[in-house]
């Protein structure tokens, strides 16, 4: 069998990150941002960044479709930061442009101002051997959930990292530390 290319959504954010990180456990990974090259992906990674500007990105290049259709096929998705609020079928107080995949509500930057940034060790189910360290950066977090989405970690009751079948959703940065267990966790969604 031919191995798994995994893609990295390019348009913006820390791409460059997410590609090393995901070489680093042996996957072969790419920044894509044209939809033929999403569409050559056996999974996809969308990464942190402004969400508003790689959704405004996501409409220029025509991406957005080539995406669902991988959700179709059941390509695995992940979404980290603005990743996951791209992923999200609800935004609170927005109607910024977004796939609409993942049944949950996100709202942005929530944490507030005075914790732009913060790190904290965080359980997360379906990672084993100890906590995550997870970075946050104007992080969002998931304000609801329904229909078949799993809560994966939470951080002072706020949910933090969500699964709906071949959808992850996680409102930190893993790529950021050199911590490789949560995409390996990815990586398994593929199995
Ligand atoms: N605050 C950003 C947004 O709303 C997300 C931040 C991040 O991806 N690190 O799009």
Not at 116 to 141: C, H, K, N, T, W
């Amino acid at each position: 069998m031919r191995r798994a290319r995994i893609g990295v959504l390019a348009l913006q954010g820390d791409f460059a990150e997410h590609t090393a990180a995901l070489r680093e456990v042996g996957a072969q990974a790419d920044p894509v941002k044209h939809p033929e090259d999403v569409a050559a992906c056996d999974a996809l990674v969308i990464p942190g960044g402004e969400s508003t500007t790689i959704g405004r990105l996501c409409e220029r290049f025509g991406v957005g479709d080539a995406i669902r259709d991988l959700h179709r096929r059941g390509a695995p998705l992940w979404g980290t930061c603005a990743g996951l609020i791209l992923l999200a079928k609800e935004i609170v107080d927005s109607d910024q442009w977004r796939l609409g995949l993942l049944d949950a509500e996100v709202a942005r930057n929530a944490f507030g101002r005075q914790v732009d940034s913060f790190e904290v060790d965080l359980p997360m189910q379906g990672v084993d051997d100890g906590p995550v360290r997870a970075v946050f950066i104007r992080a969002p977090y998931v304000t609801r959930v329904w229909g078949d989405t799993q809560v994966l970690a939470t951080f002072e009751d706020k949910i933090v990292a969500v699964r709906e079948h071949n959808l992850l959703g996680i409102a930190f940065h893993p790529e950021l530390t050199d911590d490789r267990r949560v995409q390996q966790y990815f990586l398994s969604m593929l199995e």
